[in-house]
């Protein structure tokens, strides 16, 4: 693979930060296009089947098994980390893959080696979404790696405040050396986004920002013009929440790499400041009646979460206390409400079942659950609580 000099001094800092080697990282224009040029390598090698995933997540997570040419096939979330039960984990015959994502950023490296344990003896490859917590795997009790693919996402809403940019950890020593080499392979082949994708990188923060402070009778119809005529590059595209890929998979430009870099020169001290956070919410939510939180959040180690989920009473206290927050001046959202966020267009494309008998944790998560701000510190954490408690009384 012939990198760019700014794709390898990424790499080169992913590396660092993980405890890897360079030449097992790749970077990607976005996150999901890594792992659809993974599944799609995963399809070539083995054919067709299908991949085991979870409703309680972003579309974008699923767009790309489904572009690959693989069928997404849901199964329960584990009640302790809102990622795929292993406990539960049943898989079908024509399997292929299992995700493991660390919903929010939490990661339960007990559970994950049992998922992972159960998916290598069913022959399944194991891909690791590490899209909420850049630079962070699930690791072995010796400290290596347990996924055989690992996503890191740059992209909008994510740890870093760079809106694009991804990679790809592929793990050398797993359980499928050759399959690992095909994936390798495949993502060194991408070519790099030409210089109008470029363009629309560069443009995106200044154009949403405008958007933004639009009223939407003026904002919604302007944005889906300036998508159609490719003038903005969306977050989450039409298409996509039709079950389709918007583009084929590329490498980041340069400004992209660099951008990135030097987001990542920042991680140190972000990561401080949300575990300070996640540590606020835990001793503060002690107190507060009718709030609960993932086991994993509540009794585990601090960890640099995106998000610090909580589970309240119903979906309306639940919205209510979502809009309580943002009312304060914080921003919080029902993550994932609704399933495969931001919403699907076509629940068929997506295979999505439609008897929810065996998803209960996630039912219960979809309908209860709020996302409040993990990086605004101790007297953030002490408002948006506040605000949290009168959702709960007016509710009451």
């Not at 067709?48 to 974008?60: E, I, N």
């Not at 592929?170 to 050396?177: L, S, W």
């Not at 400004?255 to 606020?280: F, G, H, K, N």
């Amino acid at each position: 693979m012939n990198r760019t000099p700014a794709e390898e001094e990424l790499v080169r800092e992913l590396a660092r930060r993980t405890d890897t080697r360079p030449e097992d990282w790749f970077a990607v224009f976005k996150a999901r296009y890594g792992m659809q040029a993974a599944l799609e390598a995963l399809h070539a090698s083995r054919g067709g089947g299908s991949v085991v995933t979870q409703l309680f997540t972003c579309l974008t997570a699923v767009v790309p098994i489904m572009a690959a040419g693989l069928t997404p096939v849901y199964r329960d979330v584990s009640s302790r980390t809102a990622s795929l039960d292993p406990e539960r984990l049943e898989l079908p015959g024509d399997a292929l893959a299992v995700m493991l994502q660390h919903t929010y950023g939490v990661i339960d490296n007990e559970e994950s080696a049992e998922l992972v344990r159960r998916a290598h003896a069913a022959g399944c490859l194991v891909v690791e979404d590490s899209a909420h917590c850049v630079c962070r795997m699930a690791r072995d009790e010796a400290g290596a790696p347990l996924a055989d693919v690992s996503v890191h996402s740059f992209g909008v809403e994510k740890i870093l405040p760079t809106h694009f940019g991804g990679a790809v950890w592929v793990n050398p020593d797993g359980a499928f050396a050759d399959l690992a080499a095909s994936i390798a392979d495949e993502l060194g082949s991408l070519p790099v986004a030409d210089g109008a994708l470029d363009a629309l990188a560069r443009r995106y923060r200044t154009e949403n920002r405008i958007l933004a402070h639009l009223p939407a009778p003026v904002s919604v119809p302007l944005r889906r013009v300036l998508v159609s005529s490719g003038a903005f590059e969306p977050a989450v595209s039409e298409e996509e929440r039709r079950g389709r890929a918007a583009r084929r998979p590329v490498r980041p430009s340069a400004w992209v790499c660099e951008r990135a870099l030097q987001a990542l020169s920042l991680l140190d001290e972000q990561e401080r400041v949300r575990v300070r956070t996640v540590a606020a919410y835990r001793s503060a939510t002690e107190d507060v009646p009718g709030v609960e939180t993932l086991p994993a959040v509540a009794s585990g180690p601090d960890q640099p979460l995106l998000r610090f989920p909580i589970l309240l009473p119903d979906t309306a206290t639940a919205d209510h206390a979502v809009g309580q927050v943002c009312a304060s001046g914080l921003f919080a959202e029902a993550w994932y409400r609704p399933e495969l966020g931001p919403g699907v267009l076509d629940a068929r494309a997506f295979n999505v079942p439609g008897d929810r008998s065996y998803l209960s944790v996630h039912e219960r998560l979809v309908a209860t659950c709020a996302a409040l701000p993990a990086d605004v510190g101790e007297d953030g954490v002490r408002r948006a609580l506040d605000a949290v408690r009168s959702a709960l009384a007016s509710q009451g």
